[in-house]
């Protein structure tokens, strides 16, 4: 087709249970389907239909790839069942096993269901590994939403650790956890992390943007896992541009911290969420200038308590109102929720009290976390750190919501009535 004589699109869908496709496409074809006419526009001609009214308003914001100078995916493992695990311990000992050479390939592959690829060789890995100190490569590692557990964080046996920019989350910080597309606006695109990450942390393809570049001073080594060096540099990774924006919008100088916080609390609002839907679904989430400083200082301290909450940091998650009240195996064997009296069961006769329907369905990303946790532990005892901690992720979820309200309540009246 020239470009003088363009091709028309026309859409049309179908919903429902199949036996009413069926008698509907029976009695319709292609002359009598009600059809969208479609205008496919740059970049990304789509061929269903969008509302892009909000185009123009939206890409004045700025996107986080442009508000972060280093920012990147996730941590890769491709073998979670050798590289990951629930406690510094049990990595340890799967680690003295994988290295033990008086065991054949073979029976080590059995054991952890893993085999040589393209890039990585089971022989030749667990030879590396016997010439390191796999204590000093075990790390903490944030695996999923509120889900921490220990990684081996070495090239011998992740297959992408990302050292590159990851080191700046082996020291004190924070990073913000986004993704590039979403399938669902209900669920939440953004978190928080103080640590090393996995690249499923909160979908199939999470990317971390560290608060600061933190370079440890004097250091020889690219990653001085041995010994952690007290003194360090610490730099935003913030870029010179977006610090210009947002200086000239402000009639003061905020911190690092004060801009990090403003934005984790607008990718938190509902209202920014329902407003830039489309948009958020096709690309990384646009961060709107604030227009004044009083807005700016009340977002970001919003901000701080919902990353304080997500980190379990907040001093109001001490008293969770959240009960396990019996004893037995704590055996997670069967996870259902019993949504009349408010009940998370793990086997027949234990459970967590006091968890609502809006908290058990609550989403970070792809996951439905209080479920999830849950599920991943399926046929292991939870300890009694594990007990504690589900218990104030569900306050911290219910806490989440309220102070989503309360973004939604500043952000809603500076951005959308205008």
Same mark, same amino acid.
């Given at each position: 087709?020239?470009? *003088?004589?363009?091709?028309?699109?026309?859409?049309?869908?179908?919903?429902?249970?199949?036996?009413?496709?069926?008698?509907?496409?029976?009695?319709?074809?292609?002359?009598?389907?009600?059809?969208?006419?479609?205008?496919?526009?740059?970049?990304?001609?789509?061929?269903?239909?969008?509302?892009?009214?909000?185009?123009?308003?939206?890409?004045?914001?700025?996107?986080?790839?442009?508000?972060?100078?280093?920012?990147?995916?996730?941590?890769?493992?491709?073998?979670?069942?050798?590289?990951?695990?629930?406690?510094?311990?049990?990595?340890?000992?799967?680690?003295?096993?994988?290295?033990?050479?008086?065991?054949?390939?073979?029976?080590?592959?059995?054991?952890?269901?893993?085999?040589?690829?393209?890039?990585?060789?089971?022989?030749?890995?667990?030879?590396?590994?016997?010439?390191?100190?796999?204590?000093?490569?075990?790390?903490?590692?944030?695996?999923?939403?509120?889900?921490?557990?220990?990684?081996?964080?070495?090239?011998?046996?992740?297959?992408?650790?990302?050292?590159?920019?990851?080191?700046?989350?082996?020291? !004190?910080?924070?990073?913000?956890?986004?993704?590039?597309?979403?399938?669902?606006?209900?669920?939440?695109?953004?978190?928080?992390?103080?640590?090393?990450?996995?690249?499923?942390?909160?979908?199939?393809?999470?990317?971390?943007?560290?608060?600061?570049?933190?370079?440890?001073?004097?250091?020889?080594?690219?990653?001085?896992?041995?010994?952690?060096?007290?003194?360090?540099?610490?730099?935003?990774?913030?870029?010179?541009?977006?610090?210009?924006?947002?200086?000239?919008?402000?009639?003061?100088?905020?911190?690092?911290?004060?801009?990090?916080?403003?934005?984790?609390?607008?990718?938190?609002?509902?209202?920014?969420?329902?407003?830039?839907?489309?948009?958020?679904?096709?690309?990384?989430?646009?961060?709107?200038?604030?227009?004044?400083?009083?807005?700016?200082?009340?977002?970001?301290?919003?901000?701080?308590?919902?990353?304080?909450?997500?980190?379990?940091?907040?001093?109001?998650?001490? !008293?969770?109102?959240?009960?396990?009240?019996?004893?037995?195996?704590?055996?997670?064997?069967?996870?259902?929720?019993?949504? !009349?009296?408010?009940?998370?069961?793990?086997?027949?006769?234990?459970?967590?009290?006091?968890?609502?329907? !809006?908290?058990?369905?609550?989403?970070?990303?792809?996951?439905?976390?209080?479920?999830?946790?849950? *599920?991943?532990?399926?046929?292991?005892?939870?300890?009694?750190?594990?007990?504690?901690?589900?218990?104030?992720?569900? *306050?911290?979820?219910?806490?989440?919501?309220?102070?989503?309200?309360?973004?939604?309540?500043?952000?809603?009246?500076?951005?959308?009535?205008?």
């Amino acid at each position: 087709m020239s470009e *003088k004589k363009l091709a028309k699109v026309y859409y049309a869908d179908l919903w429902g249970l199949r036996d009413q496709k069926y008698a509907y496409l029976f009695d319709h074809d292609v002359k009598t389907t009600r059809w969208h006419k479609l205008e496919p526009a740059p970049p990304y001609y789509f061929l269903v239909p969008k509302d892009f009214a909000l185009q123009a308003q939206y890409e004045k914001f700025w996107k986080v790839t442009d508000i972060f100078k280093e920012w990147g995916s996730g941590i890769i493992t491709r073998r979670d069942t050798l590289a990951v695990a629930f406690q510094r311990n049990e990595l340890r000992n799967k680690m003295l096993m994988f290295s033990n050479p008086d065991l054949p390939d073979s029976a080590v592959a059995e054991t952890y269901k893993i085999g040589d690829t393209s890039e990585w060789k089971l022989s030749k890995a667990r030879g590396q590994v016997r010439n390191e100190r796999p204590k000093d490569l075990i790390r903490e590692y944030h695996y999923r939403p509120w889900d921490f557990r220990y990684v081996y964080y070495s090239d011998s046996v992740v297959s992408r650790t990302c050292k590159g920019w990851m080191k700046y989350l082996l020291r !004190e910080n924070l990073a913000l956890v986004t993704t590039r597309v979403i399938t669902d606006i209900e669920e939440k695109g953004s978190f928080v992390s103080s640590q090393i990450g996995d690249i499923h942390i909160i979908s199939g393809q999470s990317y971390f943007f560290p608060l600061y570049l933190v370079e440890p001073v004097g250091a020889i080594h690219e990653l001085p896992l041995q010994k952690e060096i007290s003194k360090a540099r610490r730099i935003p990774n913030f870029t010179p541009e977006f610090l210009a924006a947002i200086r000239e919008s402000l009639a003061s100088e905020p911190t690092p911290e004060e801009i990090f916080y403003y934005i984790y609390a607008i990718l938190y609002s509902p209202s920014y969420r329902k407003r830039y839907e489309e948009f958020l679904k096709i690309d990384f989430p646009r961060v709107p200038l604030p227009s004044k400083d009083r807005l700016f200082k009340d977002l970001s301290n919003l901000g701080k308590e919902l990353a304080e909450l997500h980190l379990l940091k907040a001093p109001a998650l001490s !008293e969770t109102g959240i009960g396990f009240p019996r004893g037995g195996s704590n055996m997670v064997e069967r996870v259902f929720y019993d949504e !009349e009296n408010r009940k998370v069961f793990i086997n027949k006769g234990q459970y967590f009290e006091g968890i609502s329907r !809006e908290v058990w369905c609550y989403h970070i990303g792809a996951y439905q976390v209080m479920e999830k946790y849950l *599920k991943d532990r399926k046929g292991r005892k939870l300890s009694l750190d594990e007990i504690n901690h589900y218990m104030r992720v569900a *306050k911290a979820i219910r806490s989440t919501t309220e102070l989503q309200q309360k973004i939604d309540d500043v952000f809603n009246p500076a951005y959308l009535r205008d």
